[in-house]
């Protein structure tokens, strides 16, 4: 309150002051040109300018107000345009997340074609179309969205084949991939995309291939990485033997010591890969060679999956693969594996007694059907016949407990 009576004192006082001096002094000016003569006090001059500003500055609110309005009312306009294309992008966002695909690709390729950095809607519609189906609809707006931003090809490739790898088009999202690992070989997005895909299509030998470059350029995490190379080498050496069609023994034999000897030799005592090796060499029929695997494998040092398959294959001498998993027995006496694995040894050498010993105590320790059953085949060849059926059964319910959780339907009587 009191700044107001300041201000109005100030003002009272200004105007005394200018009042004094139009009564001193009148002023005079004159403007001439040509036949032109304007004359007049130098107040009155000053109050016609002070009109004229006021009126300018009238007149431009006028219009910029006109303007404004206009433009809300156009539907036309810049700020219309700019306002449809934010709620296109927002409600063509809302659909992709939930799911919404046409209405999801009708607001984004909206959005795309009004938007001067239009990639991610285009990318976006083009999900859509994809997931509806529309293949040729979502490879022409990607190519459409090349034709805009050139240098997004990389990002847009790589889009593309994930998309075709969703499709089931998986020799085209490979050949998207080839193409770009050609043209950028060190980007890490490009070489992760093409170990998923190697792995989808179980292309163990192209996934080997890459390692070195996924070592290289750190795409994967080291602990990854080597469950990763394990894998791959594994699926390899299970799939070697079988690649080249229906051959003879001879050639899968050929090509499963192919894959065995291209291993490392700090890989060659992988027990996994050990394992995976054995094993093919037993559903090839090489099984004295699967036990010397084996046996070398399990005195480097013990595993009890090892252990599991050593009492399935057939050594070329039963009494020394006997005493051999004897002598693993004593650092190992509670590894249920080894145990059944003796047993099985020892009905390959008909040592009946010394067989149920080892079953019994294995299924003691744990309850396996693989053992029921073995335990069960013994007990009915010595000829008791109902604890051998009582074997069974309970092998066939650790089989599937759920089966026999559900209650059998009323039998329906004639």
Not at 53 to 65: A, F, H, M, P, S
Not at 121 to 138: F, I, S, T, W
Not at 149 to 155: T, V, Y
Request: positive net charge; proline residues 4%.
């Amino acid at each position: 309150m009191k700044r107001f009576y300041v201000l109005l004192f100030i003002a009272i006082a200004v105007a005394a002051l200018i009042g004094v001096a139009m009564a001193e002094h009148t002023g005079y000016v004159l403007i001439s040109y040509q036949s032109f003569r304007f004359e007049s006090s130098l107040w009155a001059a000053l109050g016609l300018l002070l009109l004229v500003w006021l009126l300018v500055v009238v007149v431009r609110g006028l219009i910029g107000l006109l303007t404004t309005s206009g433009g809300l009312v156009n539907p036309w306009s810049r700020r219309n345009r700019r306002r449809r294309v934010q709620m296109a992008v927002s409600q063509g966002q809302m659909d992709l997340a939930e799911g919404r695909w046409a209405s999801a690709q009708r607001h984004l390729q909206r959005a795309a074609e009004a938007d001067p950095q239009p990639l991610l809607y285009y990318l976006g519609a083009a999900r859509a179309a994809n997931e509806q189906g529309r293949y040729e609809e979502c490879d022409t707006l990607l190519e459409r969205a090349l034709q805009r931003q050139p240098q997004a090809e990389l990002a847009i490739a790589l889009s593309h084949a994930q998309l075709q790898q969703d499709r089931g088009d998986t020799d085209g999202a490979l050949v998207t991939l080839t193409a770009m690992h050609e043209r950028h070989p060190h980007n890490p997005q490009v070489l992760r995309q093409l170990q998923r895909l190697h792995q989808v299509r179980g292309d163990w030998s192209a996934l080997i291939r890459l390692m070195p470059e996924l070592r290289k350029d750190k795409v994967l995490p080291p602990a990854e990485l080597a469950e990763l190379e394990r894998r791959a080498w594994g699926q390899n050496l299970s799939l070697a033997p079988w690649r080249e069609g229906e051959g003879a023994q001879a050639t899968g034999l050929a090509a499963l010591d192919q894959a065995w000897k291209a291993l490392s030799s700090a890989q060659r005592q992988e027990p996994a890969l050990v394992l995976a090796y054995a094993e093919q060499l037993r559903r090839l029929g090489a099984e004295a060679q699967a036990e010397e695997v084996l046996r070398a494998a399990l005195k480097r040092g013990y595993d009890s999956h090892l252990a599991r398959l050593y009492g399935l294959v057939r050594g070329a001498d039963n009494s020394r693969q006997l005493q051999a998993a004897e002598g693993w027995l004593k650092a190992h006496a509670d590894d249920p594996s080894l145990l059944l694995t003796l047993g099985r040894i020892c009905l390959q050498g008909r040592l009946w007694g010394k067989a149920r010993d080892y079953l019994e105590s294995s299924l003691r320790l744990q309850p396996n059907p693989e053992t029921c059953a073995e335990l069960a085949r013994l007990l009915a060849q010595l000829g008791e016949t109902e604890r051998s059926n009582q074997l069974f059964q309970q092998g066939l319910g650790m089989l599937d407990e759920r089966l026999l959780a559900r209650p059998l339907p009323a039998l329906s009587r004639a």
